[in-house]
């Protein structure tokens, strides 16, 4: 079982940047693909990037990622990071990480994000 332990949340003000964090309980190259995912109230859980175990990236398919958010990977440290720059109010949302391992799926509890204007 893959344990997800994310970190790097917080407040900012419209137009700062965070760099979030997730640490993977085992080596992250021998897990598939590795996600972030953000939740915000009253919304569904939607896909922000995902990085797989060869380094392939994909992000989502909108605007609210395109040039402001990158995915990176630490395999020295089993950890992915989500660098979000630019960020807005409508950022705002709890940051989930996720391992897709062995055809099982694995979350984190989240990072909260506030993003004040």
């Known amino acids: 079982q893959v344990q997800l332990v994310e970190s790097g949340g917080g407040l900012v003000q419209a137009g700062g940047s965070l760099r979030l964090s997730c640490a993977a309980s085992?080596?992250?190259?021998?897990?598939?693909?590795m996600g972030w995912y953000r939740q915000a109230p009253g919304k569904q859980r939607e896909l922000v990037a995902a990085?797989?175990?060869?380094?392939?990236?994909?992000?989502e398919d909108g605007d609210f990622v395109r040039g402001r958010m990158t995915i990176s990977r630490d395999n020295a440290k089993n950890t992915v990071y989500l660098q979000m720059n630019s960020l807005k109010p409508e950022d705002t949302a709890v940051y989930y990480c996720?391992?897709?391992?062995?055809?099982?799926?694995?979350w984190g509890k989240g990072t909260l994000v506030t993003v004040s204007s």
């Open positions: 085992e080596s992250i190259l021998s897990i598939d693909v």
């Open positions: 996720k391992a897709e391992h062995l055809a099982m799926d694995y």
């Open positions: 990085i797989s175990s060869g380094g392939g990236t994909k992000y």
